[in-house]
């Protein structure tokens, strides 16, 4: 139980173009999700927190018009890096709340953004 | 702001034998909860384990306990039995009780050796 998805895994753009990734909890409703990015070597960095049908919160230097976040259901988020720049490249990785204890959060297996 | 150090970059073991992993954070709050996650070369996170600060009791599953020190703020991850798919990164986390944000240490690189 409490697996979460991640889609695309990887992705290859180039600069100026949008990217979209989806996570979603696949036997579980997700009372809140998670954006996190990862730098090589690095540890998790937070970028904003969803909940279902309200607007995400972002982390302070976080651009919320560069990334997108619309948390459309309970089971579905998606992640939107618009007009994508070299710099966006990084690992991607979603969590959600709903599949067990209240505050533990369950990882997707992220997604790998390549911008050229 | 909560923060969460680990002060071990590297670690490494043999199999079969004991490590432990450090972790210390700094919080003035009285509710919140510790994590351990593993992420293997894959890059997926997985869960360790969890422990409620309002808890006592050293939460375990199978070869995996903490040593909760909570007037220490000290968080240490005990592996028994290393086996070689143990070899991973191991983050510590920390999140209050009425907040949803989470916050990870640095990491611990763990190799465990045949």
């Known amino acids: 139980g409490a697996v979460v998805s991640q889609h695309p895994s990887w992705v290859i753009c180039k600069s100026g173009t949008s990217v979209k990734i989806e996570c979603r909890s696949l036997d579980f409703q997700a009372t809140t999700m998670f954006w996190y990015r990862q730098f090589p070597k690095q540890s998790l960095m937070l970028m904003a927190t969803?909940?279902?049908?309200?607007?995400?919160?972002?982390e302070q230097g976080v651009e919320k018009d560069k990334f997108l976040i619309n948390h459309a259901s309970l089971t579905l988020s998606t992640l939107t890096v618009t007009s994508a720049h070299p710099e966006d490249s990084s690992f991607y990785i979603c969590?959600?709340?709903?599949?067990?204890?209240?505050?533990?959060?369950?990882f997707g297996p992220g997604t790998r953004l390549l911008v050229l | 702001a909560q923060t969460v150090t680990q002060s071990q970059p590297e670690m490494s073991v043999q199999e079969a034998e004991t490590v432990t992993l450090s972790c210390t954070y700094d919080t003035s709050e009285n509710n919140y909860y510790l994590f351990w996650y593993k992420q293997p070369p894959s890059r997926q996170m997985i869960l360790v384990i969890r422990q409620e600060a309002y808890k006592q009791q050293n939460a375990t599953e199978n070869r995996f306990s903490v040593n909760f020190q909570k007037a220490a703020k000290s968080f240490s991850l005990k592996i028994s039995d290393s086996q070689l798919g143990d070899t991973a990164m191991y983050f510590c986390?920390?999140?209050?009780?009425?907040?949803?944000?989470?916050?990870f240490g640095a990491g611990t690189r763990l190799t465990v050796k045949p």
């Open positions: 969590s959600a709340q709903g599949g067990g204890p209240r505050e533990t959060q369950y």
């Open positions: 986390a920390f999140m209050r009780g009425n907040n949803n944000d989470m916050r």
């Open positions: 969803s909940n279902e049908g309200s607007k995400a919160t972002y």
